[in-house]
C-alpha cells in the first residue's frame, strides 16, 4: 500500500512557475514508477508526465512538453513536478499517483490532489 500526499498547489499569474511535490509513505518508493495527472472542472483526467523508478527515464503529454517537467528523489521519497510558462489553461486539481510498472497510465495508487490556478 502507498499513500501519496501532494503539495505546492496554488494561485499564480500567467506566465509564472510552480513545483509541485508529492510525498509517498513506503519503504519501497524506488520499486515505484511515478506520474502526474490533472482533472479541469467538467473535463477528464489528463495524464501529464511520467517518471521510471530510478528516474532515468520519463515521458511527457504533448500539452505540457518543454513546459513542465517530472523528477524523483527517492531518499526523501517524493516525486516532483516543476511547471513553468503556466496558462490559465492550466487550472486544475493535480493529482500524483504510482505503480509498480512503468510505461502504462494505468496507475493503482492515488493522492487527494492539489488546486493550482492560474489567472490571466
Known amino acids: 500500500q502507498v499513500q501519496l500526499v501532494e503539495s505546492g498547489g496554488g494561485l499564480v499569474q500567467a506566465g509564472g512557475s510552480l513545483r509541485l511535490s508529492c510525498a509517498a509513505s513506503t519503504r519501497t518508493f524506488s520499486n515505484y514508477s511515478m506520474g502526474w495527472f490533472r482533472q479541469a472542472p467538467g473535463k477528464e483526467r489528463e495524464f501529464l508526465a511520467g517518471?521510471?523508478?530510478?528516474?532515468?527515464?520519463?515521458y511527457y503529454a504533448d500539452s505540457v512538453k518543454g513546459r513542465f517537467t517530472i523528477s524523483r528523489d527517492n531518499a526523501k521519497k517524493t516525486v516532483y513536478l516543476q511547471m513553468n510558462s503556466l496558462k490559465p489553461e492550466d487550472t486544475a486539481v493535480y493529482y500524483c499517483?504510482?505503480?509498480?510498472?512503468?510505461?502504462?497510465?494505468?496507475?493503482?495508487?492515488w493522492g487527494q490532489g492539489t488546486q493550482v490556478t492560474v489567472s490571466s
Open positions: 499517483a504510482a505503480d509498480p510498472d512503468y510505461g502504462s497510465r494505468d496507475y493503482a495508487y
Open positions: 517518471i521510471s523508478w530510478r528516474g532515468s527515464s520519463t
